[in-house]
């Protein structure tokens, strides 16, 4: 009887230095990570039972800040990197964004090309993106044309999948060009620039035009 009591009393002690190391070896594998950033720039604060590696979060501010000047990254997408990169170093990541926008709300910086937005926006100014599909008639958005790559205008209809966009700046310029021929005369041209208004597919709309 004796024997048996101390039988049950070591499968007990056993059973709770299992389940301490599994808890253990299982918080030492979990971080809460959070990206914080403001369009340019990125900080990461990695929360654990346990020291993270600086190396992982080094790893993860560079990862995060090159995504986030990419149209094409989402808040899902820099979350799977993240998760990728704990991996690595051997843990399982709970990622959030947080930027002046609200949680798991992604900005993108971007530069104005060209005066298609005056008095608005100037050539070669800086402003911030808020990636998101929620967009509204007279939002300054910025999109992808097939033709022109990035643009910035104003939205002012929106048709099913279909959104028109318009340049602020209504001033048609016209300029001539002089191209010297063979035979010693110019050929004169006259060219005529107009706004820039198109209609694009809805999902073309990388996001909404906050900070200028």
Known sequence: ????????????????????????????????????????????????????????????????????????????????????????????????????????????????????????????EEIIILKTDDIKVNDIVVAFHPEYGMIVKRLKKIEGNRVYLMSDNRKVEVYTTETPLPDGAVEVQTITKTPLDTWLSKDKVIGVVKEF
């Open 1 to 124: 009887m004796k024997l048996r009591s101390w039988l049950i009393l070591g499968i007990i002690i056993l059973g709770i230095v299992a389940t301490s190391a599994f808890y253990v070896t299982h918080e030492m594998g979990s971080v809460d990570i959070t990206l914080k950033t403001d369009g340019t720039d990125v900080t990461v604060q990695a929360s654990s039972l346990f020291d993270t590696p600086p190396q992982m979060t080094s790893e993860m501010r560079l990862k995060a800040l090159e995504e986030i000047q990419e149209p094409d990254s989402s808040v899902e997408s820099i979350k799977q990197d993240m998760t990728i990169i704990a991996k690595k170093y051997g843990y399982t990541a709970d990622v959030t964004i947080k930027s002046q926008f609200g949680t798991d709300k992604l900005p993108m910086p971007a530069t104005v090309s060209g005066s298609s937005m005056v008095p608005t926006l100037e050539d070669g």
